[in-house]
């Protein structure tokens, strides 16, 4: 199988390169393929795009089949480098007998393009929707990878990456390295304000937002006895508070009440809702609990946050990147309780 490539540049480094994928034109041999080359869209950024030209596939990502349609990439329980190059969440397609659907997408395009991949072993019909569960960038910047596909988020979403997508991507850059060439913002086409459903052909997604929780962008995606949860759910690695402990809190209970099995954000790939939520909740509330006393000892933010939760350190990976700042956004809100 051959597929189309153009190679892109750094404007300022213009040694530093990556092919990126060209998708659509993908074909059983090279002239082929070289026949779909004139139509395609080059994606336009800070970079300088060679001529696109055909080979055979590229690296695929890897995707296990948890229920029947539905296929999970677990992203590694890290921060992102230049050696994992940003896989650090999990991605999930789903599969009906018309359309597909892509939830969440990656760091970066590379991610999107090795997803578009992932979908094509599997079927050849058409990504129809790329679904984001919220704004954090491990989870958004694959997405432009889709162009036929709408891209589905929470009604907040798009304000939400306005306003932080300049700052995501320089991080991730400066994180991944030359992996992150190529990729862009996603642009949001369907904001979900309520509970929303998605035909792909005898198979409905189930969409959900919710009121401020993980962040103020949450969406998740239910099929079947199946949630998709994004990072409501956090399975090994530390959960991560960017919006409110309360709500969080509150969402979690509802959750309960939506499916019997849940893929997590971090981790997983596929558990027992009930097993899954039970840590989330033990973190949280105490969490919650140990703020609440910092505050009403009158201590200050920086004493407070250096034992905020440390009750569950060595319960989960990452807990020393995470939780003082979880502790932070937890004392913000509840100092004012």
């Given at each position: 199988?051959?597929?189309?490539?153009?190679?892109?540049?750094?404007?300022?480094?213009?040694?530093?390169?990556?092919?990126?994928?060209?998708?659509?034109?993908?074909?059983?041999?090279?002239?082929?393929?070289?026949?779909?080359?004139?139509?395609?869209?080059?994606?336009?950024?800070?970079?300088?795009?060679?001529?696109?030209?055909?080979?055979?596939?590229?690296?695929?990502?890897?995707?296990?089949?948890?229920?029947?349609?539905?296929?999970?990439?677990?992203?590694?329980?890290?921060?992102?480098?230049?050696?994992?190059?940003?896989?650090?969440?999990?991605?999930?397609?789903?599969?009906?007998?018309?359309?597909?659907?892509?939830?969440?997408?990656?760091?970066?395009?590379?991610?999107?393009?090795?997803?578009?991949?992932?979908?094509?072993?599997?079927?050849?019909?058409?990504?129809?929707?790329?679904?984001?569960?919220?704004?954090?960038?491990?989870?958004?910047?694959?997405?432009?990878v889709f162009e036929n596909a709408e891209v589905v988020g929470h009604k907040a979403l798009a304000r939400a990456l306005?306003?932080?997508?300049?700052n995501y991507a320089e991080s991730l850059e400066g994180l991944i390295g030359p992996a992150f060439i190529g990729t862009?913002?996603?642009?949001?086409?369907?904001?979900?304000?309520?509970?929303?459903?998605?035909?792909?052909?005898?198979?409905?997604?189930?969409?959900?937002?919710?009121p401020r929780a993980h962040t103020g962008t949450d969406l998740t995606v239910q099929v079947g006895d199946l949630v998709?949860?994004?990072?409501?759910?956090?399975?090994?690695?530390?959960?991560?508070?960017?919006?409110?402990?309360?709500?969080?809190?509150?969402?979690?209970?509802?959750?309960?009440?939506?499916?019997?099995?849940?893929?997590?954000?971090?981790?997983?790939?596929?558990?027992?809702?009930?097993?899954?939520?039970?840590?989330?909740?033990?973190?949280?509330?105490?969490?919650?609990?140990?703020?609440?006393?910092?505050?009403?000892?009158?201590?200050?933010?920086?004493?407070?946050?250096?034992?905020?939760?440390?009750?569950?350190?060595?319960?989960?990976?990452?807990?020393?990147?995470?939780?003082?700042?979880?502790?932070?956004?937890?004392?913000?809100?509840?100092?004012?309780?």
């Open positions: 199988m051959f597929e189309a490539l153009v190679t892109l540049c750094l404007l300022g480094a213009p040694d530093t390169c990556r092919d990126a994928l060209l998708p659509g034109a993908e074909a059983a041999s090279l002239a082929a393929c070289e026949a779909k080359l004139p139509g395609l869209t080059v994606p336009q950024g800070d970079w300088r795009a060679g001529a696109p030209f055909c080979a055979p596939r590229g690296a695929v990502l890897a995707f296990e089949e948890v229920v029947p349609g539905v296929f999970v990439h677990l992203g590694a329980i890290a921060e992102p480098d230049r050696e994992n190059r940003g896989d650090v969440a999990n991605i999930v397609f789903v599969v009906g007998t018309e359309v597909v659907a892509v939830i969440d997408s990656g760091s970066a395009r590379w991610m999107g393009e090795a997803t578009w991949r992932a979908v094509r072993e599997v079927t050849e019909l058409p990504v129809r929707y790329v679904v984001l569960t919220h704004m954090h960038p491990d989870h958004v910047f694959g997405a432009s306005a306003d932080r997508a300049v862009v913002a996603p642009q949001v086409d369907v904001a979900v304000g309520e509970p929303t459903e998605i035909d792909l052909g005898q198979v409905l997604l189930r969409l959900t937002p919710w998709i949860a994004g990072d409501m759910v956090f399975d090994r690695h530390s959960p991560a508070l960017d919006g409110s402990v309360l709500g969080w809190l509150t969402a979690l209970d509802a959750l309960e009440g939506h499916g019997t099995q849940v893929v997590p954000g971090h981790g997983g790939p596929v558990l027992e809702m009930g097993a899954a939520l039970s840590p989330m909740r033990r973190y949280l509330e105490l969490l919650r609990d140990d703020t609440r006393a910092a505050v009403a000892a009158g201590e200050r933010l920086g004493e407070a946050v250096e034992h905020i939760a440390q009750g569950e350190a060595g319960r989960w990976a990452l807990f020393e990147a995470y939780n003082k700042r979880n502790a932070t956004v937890a004392f913000t809100e509840l100092e004012w309780e």
